[in-house]
């Protein structure tokens, strides 16, 4: 099969099972069968392609593309993906960048990431931020042993230990965290049921946090519709120069505060 039957095939079949983008989704599995970027597959058209069934098989049974293919980009990295953790998200992005911009004046700031998952928010700020100590916590054994192979294959001195929302009282520049904030999988895309409930559901997780935390400032990702919930209740913790920012789709998608 070449690359231009790969790309008709894939996008005909995942198209018929759903998936939103199956050109896109297309384009990316041809492209790692092949070694090469989405861009460049359309140079390669004419090339023989092997070994897209099972790849096409899982991602048409609606199993997230990040862990079909095993890996997946997030601002400067590539991560390593898979079942133990969320797949890193553009949204997410936005975190990380008013991370950086709450301690961009501090000398070798302490921070701590709640809930570090694939450790896509550690290590990012790790990796924007050298002289930063960054710890990043998970109440899953599986989570870290995913980021610990990230932050290995990166080469980012990140500390990871098992823990909860209790380590944000332990005295940090800045606490962050995705925490889970979605209530239930009813009506989501099936890609969900694949990535670890624990992550997923849940809510409270950002007062808890707030709460507890002994830090300069706190920034957390919220679900689309609350942020203004939980501005309203940093500030009645105490917390000052709220904000909300909005991801790069226009969502009200990330809340920060100061002590």
């Known amino acids: 099969m070449t690359a231009r039957e790969a790309l008709a095939e894939a996008e005909r079949r995942l198209a018929a099972a759903g998936v939103e983008t199956p050109r896109v989704d297309a384009e990316w599995l041809v492209a790692h069968l092949l070694g090469t970027t989405r861009s460049g597959v359309h140079a390669r058209l004419a090339d023989v392609v092997a070994g897209l069934e099972p790849l096409l098989a899982r991602r048409e049974a609606r199993e997230p593309l990040a862990y079909v293919l095993g890996e997946w980009g997030f601002r400067r990295l590539t991560l390593k993906t898979d079942a133990r953790a ?55 054994p599986d989570a870290l042993s995913l980021a610990r192979e990230n932050a290995d294959e990166l080469g980012l001195d990140v500390e990871l230990r098992e823990a909860g929302t209790e380590a944000a009282s332990e005295g940090w520049d800045l606490v962050v965290s995705n925490p889970p904030y979605v209530s239930s999988l009813d009506g989501l895309q099936p890609e969900l049921r694949y990535e670890p409930e624990l992550a997923l559901l849940g809510s409270g997780f950002h007062h808890e946090i707030a709460r507890g935390a002994r830090t300069r400032f706190v920034a957390f990702e919220v679900a689309e519709g609350e942020a203004r919930e939980v501005a309203r209740e940093l500030e009645q913790l105490g917390y000052r120069d709220v904000r909300i920012s909005r991801d790069l789709t226009g969502s009200e998608r990330v809340v920060e505060g100061a002590r």
């Open 86 to 140: 969320l797949v890193p998200r553009p949204e997410t992005e936005t975190l990380v960048e008013r991370a950086l911009a709450l301690i961009e004046p501090l000398a070798e700031p302490r921070v701590l990431d709640v809930g570090v998952g694939s450790g896509a928010v550690a290590l990012a700020i790790k990796d924007e931020r050298p002289d930063a100590c960054v710890t990043g916590v998970d109440v899953s």
